[in-house]
């Protein structure tokens, strides 16, 4: 099974990030064929600083890495390195419907967020996104909840593509965890823990110093009563056991049970710890990594390689599908 997805080079990664998105690439590699990508391009459809992104695009190469992606057993490159997404991106915008781009609560949130320039790079964001899923004919995506839209769109544009000119492209399914897909804010926890939009005192970052996560957890807000327990009118809880439930691999309902009676400073602490030691052999790798930047560049260039094989192939035949360029006789189509 081919198992695709990309992750920003912006900002640093969150809890929310590793827990949703990077330890399902890790497991990804045990279950079928995985193909990560870093993705600059998309980092550019907001205002950027360009060596800020080139530094951040290596950072996040070595999170992966230090987190558990192991070059020989999966495809890890950078987005921009295979054009073939770009063009691809082009062919599949006369099969995506532009209505369907407008009702994208992403673009809408980030158009709103902007206070000069809403770019068009903004709004054809998903278009860019289906290009790099479908252009590997990945049958599965991981992603985290605020995702799902997304690969619904894709999977529209898939079908639609093979509907108009014949089966060509796989349609994916999307594959949020079923604990960890929507973490929360720790100051704010009705809003999802985010690179932009959240608070700095809420943000759990992978490479943050353990007294500083120790400082966040402390600080989280809670909720009135005393109960440990996952309830609507409880987010701030809910969201503390939802990250102990993620980073022990247990079942939040477990976690409820064996937690009753604890207070909520004793419930803090606990999740803090846990965090703690959780990501500190991923900041310790971190560290050795980050240092050596041609040895990160060399596993980006060999990943751009193996990945542009398989990209360079849809997008031939997507070609020829459509009716684009110089007929191809030399091999059939699927
Ligand atoms: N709070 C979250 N809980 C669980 N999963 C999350 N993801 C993001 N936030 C949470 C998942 O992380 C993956 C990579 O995300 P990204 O770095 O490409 O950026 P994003 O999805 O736009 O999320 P960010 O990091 O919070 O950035 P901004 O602030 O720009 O929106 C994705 O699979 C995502 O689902």
Redesign the pocket.
């Known amino acids: 099974m081919r198992i695709f997805?990309?992750?920003?080079p912006?900002?640093r990664?969150?809890l929310?990030?590793y827990?949703?998105?990077i330890t399902q690439y890790v497991e990804a590699q045990e279950r079928g064929d995985a193909v990560l990508c870093i993705?600059d391009l998309?980092a550019i459809t907001v205002p950027h600083d360009p060596a800020e992104l080139r530094e951040r695009l290596y950072d996040t190469t070595a999170i992966l890495l230090a987190a558990g992606l192991e070059p020989a057993r999966c495809v890890l490159f950078r987005q921009s390195d295979v054009v073939e997404h770009s063009e691809l991106t082009w062919l599949l915008s006369s099969v995506t419907a532009y209505g369907d781009l407008t009702r994208m609560h992403?673009f809408k949130d980030?158009a709103a967020a902007q206070r000069e320039l809403v770019s068009a790079g903004l709004f054809f964001y998903p278009v860019l996104q289906a290009a790099d899923v479908l252009a590997y004919r990945a049958q599965e995506v991981?992603?985290?909840?605020?995702?799902r839209q997304h690969v619904e769109l894709m999977r529209d544009i898939a079908t639609r593509f093979n509907a108009r000119y014949g089966d060509t492209l796989v349609v994916p399914a999307h594959r949020i965890p079923p604990v960890?897909?929507?973490?929360?804010d720790l100051q704010h926890p009705e809003r999802?823990?985010?690179?932009?939009?959240?608070s700095e005192e809420g943000t759990i970052y992978v490479l943050d110093e353990p007294s500083a996560i120790e400082h966040k957890f402390r600080r989280a807000v809670t909720d009135s009563g005393s109960e440990i327990a996952r309830a609507p009118e409880k987010p701030g809880v809910s969201n503390l056991l939802e990250i102990l439930a993620a980073v022990r691999a247990v079942a939040p309902a477990d976690l409820e049970a064996q937690l009753h009676g604890m207070g909520y400073g004793e419930l803090k602490a606990g999740v803090a710890r846990a965090v703690i030691a959780h990501l500190a052999p991923v900041r310790e790798r971190y560290e050795r990594l980050r240092g050596d930047e041609p040895a990160l560049e060399r596993t980006l260039a060999d990943g751009a390689q193996r990945a542009r094989a398989i990209a360079s192939d849809t997008v031939a035949d997507v070609r020829e599908r459509m009716g684009v360029g110089a007929p191809r006789r030399s091999r059939p189509l699927p």
């Open positions: 997805s990309g992750i920003q912006t900002g990664k969150h929310g990030n827990i949703g998105a993705v998309h992403q980030k991981p992603v985290g909840e605020d995702q960890g897909a929507r973490i929360m999802k823990m985010s690179t932009t939009g959240g």
